[in-house]
């Protein structure tokens, strides 16, 4: 299988640390993607022309990071990731909150990487912090529950803050200590999380 992402992509991460937790990194190969280039094949694999993506051994690609975490814990036989039953939704629920905390972190950037600061719009901005700082308390409302386990939503919160740890120089690991103690724990128990580190 061959999985188009970029280093820096949280949702990549995510990916990647789902298939070392199952087993599946070996089968694995990832290819760098360039989202802005309109001749990079990563159009044909997702027209929305966003990571990550997986294509897998029978040429299907699968996109976006949800669809590609459950199609890998399936192959890995399944629930390992994704609970059965009624335990399923508050693992999905938890997956949908740090996809949203990045998703806001990733606009906040793009303001600044796409817009001349003289365009920035801080009304914009506001908004998108104001989701960024309501995610941060959730997620630490509810942090001392994660210790312990290694599942899909709790991978992506791992992948939200580190990916503040990266872009936004983890400034939540002051304002919300419960949640610089959860990423202590989980560095220790997911060897992933360091190899999937980038530092730029």
Not at 174 to 195: C, I, N, Q
Request: proline content about 6%; hydrophobic content about 40%.
């Amino acid at each position: 299988m061959i999985l188009r992402s970029s280093p820096p992509s949280p949702f990549g991460r995510k990916v990647k640390i789902a298939a070392s937790v199952l087993g599946l990194t070996d089968r694995i190969t990832t290819e760098d993607a360039d989202t802005t280039d309109p001749s990079d094949a990563l159009r044909q694999q997702n027209p929305l022309g966003k990571i990550p993506v997986l294509v897998a051994d029978d040429g299907n690609c699968y996109y976006d990071s949800r669809v590609i975490v459950e199609y890998l814990d399936h192959l890995a036989g399944g629930g390992r990731l994704h609970p059965a039953g009624e335990a399923r939704f508050p693992v999905l629920r938890l997956q949908a909150l740090a996809d949203g905390l990045m998703d806001a972190n990733i606009l906040i950037l793009y303001e600044g990487r796409w817009r001349d600061a003289s365009r920035h719009e801080p009304k914009w901005l506001e908004h998108q912090k104001g989701k960024v700082a309501r995610a941060l308390d959730a997620l630490a409302a509810e942090a001392e529950g994660f210790t312990g386990r290694i599942d899909v939503g709790t991978i992506a919160v791992a992948c939200a803050l580190g990916h503040m740890d990266l872009r936004f120089e983890g400034a939540y690991r002051k304002s919300h200590p419960a949640l610089d103690r959860f990423m202590t724990w989980f560095e220790g128990e997911v060897p992933a999380f360091e190899k999937t580190k980038v530092t730029a």
